[in-house]
């Protein structure tokens, strides 16, 4: 079954503003992932989070992870209006050769 | 730098006829080798996957085929359409640890009619 889930679903906010964007999965992880996608494009990967780290940086993203609550947030700082994509969590945890289950997305939209 | 090609961009098919997306990866050599389908607005399905050249595996029954002739080529075939096929089709690869980032194609857009 699919791994990861995303909340909400869809997230509308002003540019400027912080989009937060959560993730729960399932079972024990190495890593999870998390991958952006403009409207019609392939996925991007942004950022990884190992199990043993807590919380990640990289410009304006920032990563946790809380593995007793089996979940991960990506908040986005100072949103633009080029932000606007929808937002994917990978979990590690998938059957088979490195696979990742994807969860179903978060639609952000960043209104200028 | 590692590169990964699909084509075409889009097609358009009629329900019955068959299909050939190929996916190309360069600059790197024995990729794990996935294919993906999109519905719109939704998630990522894994389709098939490889893990060297003639060993595909596949995730779900369904109306499609793969096949990796080459190291860094993916194909993904059907002898006849279905409606149901009909979706947004994404090649990605990784260097073959669990865990890996996955680099991804930039997809193609499939519209059975």
């Known amino acids: 079954s699919q791994q990861g889930e995303e909340d909400p679903q869809a997230l509308s906010i002003q540019e400027g503003e912080n989009a937060t964007m959560n993730c729960s999965y399932k079972?024990?992880?190495?890593?999870l992932q998390w991958y952006r996608q403009n409207s019609g494009r392939g996925l991007v990967h942004l950022i990884l989070?190992?199990?043993?780290?807590r919380e990640k940086h990289s410009g304006r993203l920032r990563v946790t992870l809380d593995t007793s609550k089996k979940s991960s947030s990506l908040l986005i700082t100072a949103s633009r209006a080029a932000d606007t994509a929808s937002y994917f969590c990978?979990?590690?945890?998938?059957?088979?050769?490195?696979?990742?289950?994807f969860g179903t997305g978060t639609r952000l939209t960043v209104i200028p | 730098s590692q590169t990964i090609h699909q084509w075409p961009a889009t097609l358009v098919q009629p329900v019955g006829s068959p299909l050939s997306l190929e996916c190309t990866v360069e600059?790197?050599?024995?990729?794990?080798l996935y294919w993906y389908r999109q519905a719109a607005g939704r998630g990522l399905q894994l389709l098939f996957y490889?893990?060297?050249?003639?060993?595909i595996s596949s995730e779900v029954p369904q109306n499609l085929s793969a096949s990796r002739p080459q190291d860094r080529q993916f194909i993904l075939s059907s002898k006849k359409l279905l409606l149901s096929d009909s979706g947004f089709y994404l090649c990605?690869?990784?260097?073959?640890?669990?865990?890996?980032?996955?680099?991804f194609g930039p997809g193609t857009r499939l519209t059975v009619l």
């Open positions: 990605a690869w990784t260097r073959g640890n669990k865990g890996d980032t996955q680099y």
């Open positions: 490889s893990v060297g050249i003639g060993q």
């Open positions: 989070i190992r199990s043993n780290e």
């Open positions: 990978a979990t590690d945890a998938g059957t088979g050769a490195n696979n990742l289950f």
């Open positions: 600059g790197t050599s024995n990729p794990n």
């Open positions: 079972t024990s992880i190495n890593n």
